[in-house]
């Protein structure tokens, strides 16, 4: 049983920035075996939909939605099973709560929201004020 823990959230001005961890806890290679998987950050503002942000493939290959390059840079530390997304220059637009997810090569790895056979976690709030 993979499970995710967002952190790092929190309120700040406009052209703030802000590091989100996504902690991974359990052993992926149970969950995937040998196959590749895709770990995204998605967000879903308040009565909107979900938003993909920004996705890593298991051997590091990144990208990003395109209103959003530049801004924020995903990374991961694959030795502490920690995903991150460096959030820079925010915009009042990016309010939202953050989810990191991951999910199996039977989809499409890229910035968008996971499929529902994926598995993600709670969130981090992420408040922009202007």
């Known amino acids: 049983q993979v499970q995710l823990v967002e952190s790092g959230g929190g309120s700040v001005q406009t052209g703030g920035s802000l590091k989100l961890s996504c902690t991974v806890s359990g052993d992926i290679r149970v969950r995937y075996g040998p196959r590749p998987y895709c770990m995204v950050w998605f967000r879903q503002a308040q009565g909107k939909d979900r938003e993909g942000v920004a996705a890593i493939e298991y051997h590091g290959s990144t990208q990003y939605a395109e209103s959003l390059k530049g801004r924020f840079t995903i990374s991961k530390d694959s030795a502490k099973n920690i995903l991150y997304l460096q959030m820079d220059n925010l915009k009042p637009e990016d309010t939202a709560m953050y989810h990191c997810?991951?999910?199996?090569?039977?989809?499409?790895?890229?910035?968008?929201?996971?499929?529902?056979?994926?598995?993600w976690g709670q969130g981090t709030q992420v408040t922009v004020s202007s």
């Open positions: 997810a991951i999910y199996g090569d039977d989809w499409l790895c890229g910035p968008y929201p996971p499929p529902t056979d994926g598995t």
